[in-house]
């Protein structure tokens, strides 16, 4: 018997995190590589990780190894990646040193940005002088600019530093997230909603993204930012996207892109005016499970010049023939009493039945439909709700996207004009902010938020 010849291995790939020693990396990426290599043993990575803060070989390797491992790995697969990977220590400022990096690129290589975004930008401004080696793919962090300009300026760069924009992956994870992922199969391959995705039959559709968690030692980036540029900007525009787009003609970039893009395109203040068509609040003291939590204005790095929001809502309407009058609300929050990440669609009601409602929860994967049946008496109409959960082991979300970066898949990532189309519908919002239009409420930390917002119960309630 002749001995069955080896298929041959993929070509190594290689992965050099800029921003190795960072909070990102250590939390999220590198257990998401993790996630990635659990499920598919056969890719072969190579991993650098590059940071100006100082990190001996052994504590970089242990860093890898237990990160790779959190997120699934076996021992054996995160010993070997960690025990091969190596770690550099330099200023990426440094024109010299980022050649030096630069000049051991010698095949397939993905350039991570885990590097705060004013960073990130003059790496790039650097790297377009000193020219980039063709086998790199860039992957680049939010936020993409700080406004419109700015996400148009970046975007003009990028385009100076490489000549294919195909190599350029701008990352939001919420696409890497199962529930996120799912939504536009959910919404165009089952006939029972395909047929009721429109203004006809849909009366609101919320997405919500509220946190317990306060600060978590990030006052000094999310003292600047708020929760509109944290979340609202990003996160939750893209997933209105998904969720209002055209059914796109394939799911190739492309295609998927141009949907977002008219869908994001076609987003107006609801009111018409960004300043009523808003709400802003600030988390006062409170407590939150047995957490005492301090007013935010008197958290350690806040300052109150910044007049910053920690909770957001957005009311949009989507002015397209499909969806014309419908109110989309974008909420996101910290500080509440409860975490509570998911999409409610709440249908016309017919009758005076109780509305049918799709509520799809973005973290436990839960699916929940309420259909109005007949009560006690047949003439009556009482609730049924039927729920799942999707069974399917999912890679993390950052595994989703570093299989999309690593195999091109760029309908995972966002496209450069679909970045600036989101600040356009956040900068007015932002100005009317500023002019003092919308008044800054409050409420106290580990309420559900201020008095006057309530929302439509959610899944996990009663
Ligand atoms: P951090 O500030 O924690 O990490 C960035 C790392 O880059 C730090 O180790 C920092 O070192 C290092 N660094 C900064 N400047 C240089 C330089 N000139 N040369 C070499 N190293 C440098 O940021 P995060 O990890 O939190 O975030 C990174 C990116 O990911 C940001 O764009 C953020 O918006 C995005 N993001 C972060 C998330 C998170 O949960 N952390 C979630 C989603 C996105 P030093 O500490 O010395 O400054």
């Known amino acids: 018997m002749t001995a069955a010849v080896p298929t041959p291995l993929p070509a190594p790939q290689r992965l050099i995190v800029l921003g190795a020693s960072g909070d990102l990396t250590r939390r999220l990426l590198l257990p998401g590589l993790g996630s990635l290599l659990a499920q598919q043993g056969e890719r072969r990575i190579s991993l650098t990780g590059a940071d100006r803060r100082e990190l001996t070989p052994k504590v970089w390797s242990s860093r890898v190894q237990d990160a790779l491992r959190e997120g699934g790995a076996s021992s054996e697969r995160s010993a070997q990646i960690a025990q091969t990977s190596d770690y550099r ?13 630069m000049a051991t690129v010698d095949g397939p290589t993905v350039l991570y940005f885990a590097l705060p975004p004013s960073i990130t930008r003059s790496v790039c401004q650097i790297l377009a002088r000193i020219g980039l080696p063709h086998q790199v793919r860039l992957a680049l962090e939010k936020p993409f600019g700080e406004d419109e300009a700015s996400a148009r300026e970046l975007n003009t760069l990028l385009e100076d530093l490489v000549e ?6 701008r990352v939001d994870h919420f696409l890497g997230t199962a529930p996120v992922l799912r939504l536009l199969p959910l919404r165009t391959a089952n006939p029972l909603l395909r047929g009721v995705w429109d203004a006809r039959q849909v009366e609101s559709i919320d997405v919500v993204y509220d946190e317990s968690l306060t600060l978590e030692g990030r006052a000094g980036y999310y003292d600047r930012a708020g929760a509109l540029r944290d979340m609202v900007q990003s996160h939750l525009l893209i997933t ?10 394939d799911l190739g970039a492309q295609a998927v892109h141009d949907a977002q893009l008219a869908a994001l ?40 010049a910044n007049d ?53 929860d973005l973290d436990t994967q839960e699916i929940a439909l309420r259909l109005a049946t007949g009560g006690t008496d047949w003439r009556g109409t009482g609730p049924l709700e039927l729920r799942g959960e999707d069974q399917a082991v999912h890679l993390w979300p950052y595994g989703q996207v570093l299989q999309a970066v690593f195999d091109g898949d760029e309908a995972l990532g966002v496209r450069g004009d679909v970045a600036e189309q989101m600040w356009r519908i956040c900068e007015p919002i932002l100005a ?8 800054m409420d409050t409420y106290p930390a580990g309420s559900e938020g201020p008095t006057g917002w309530e929302q439509e119960t959610a899944v996990h309630s009663s």
């Not at 294919?164 to 992956?169: A, H, K, L, N, Q």
């Not at 209105?240 to 003609?249: G, T």
């Not at 047995?290 to 806040?302: C, H, I, N, Q, S």
């Not at 009317?432 to 008044?439: D, H, I, L, V």
């Open 164 to 169: 294919d924009s195909s190599r350029v992956f």
């Open 308 to 360: 910053t929001e920690t909770l957001a809502a957005v009311t949009v309407e989507v002015d397209t023939p499909r969806w014309r009058g419908v109110p989309f609300t974008l909420r996101s929050g910290k500080a509440l009493a409860r975490n509570r990440f998911e999409t409610v669609v709440r249908f016309r009601p017919v009758g005076d039945g109780p509305a049918d409602r799709l509520v799809i």
């Open 265 to 304: 395109r076609a987003v107006r203040p609801f009111t018409g005016d960004p300043g009523t068509s808003s709400r802003r609040a600030r988390y006062t003291a409170g407590s939150i499970g047995e957490r005492t939590v301090p007013d935010y204005l008197a958290e350690d790095g806040v300052e109150a």
């Open 89 to 101: 220590t330099l200023d990426l400022l440094d024109e010299a040193q980022l050649r030096d990096l």
């Open 240 to 249: 209105l996207a998904l969720l209002a787009m055209e059914e796109p003609a």
């Open 432 to 439: 009317a902010w500023q002019q003092g239009r919308t008044p």
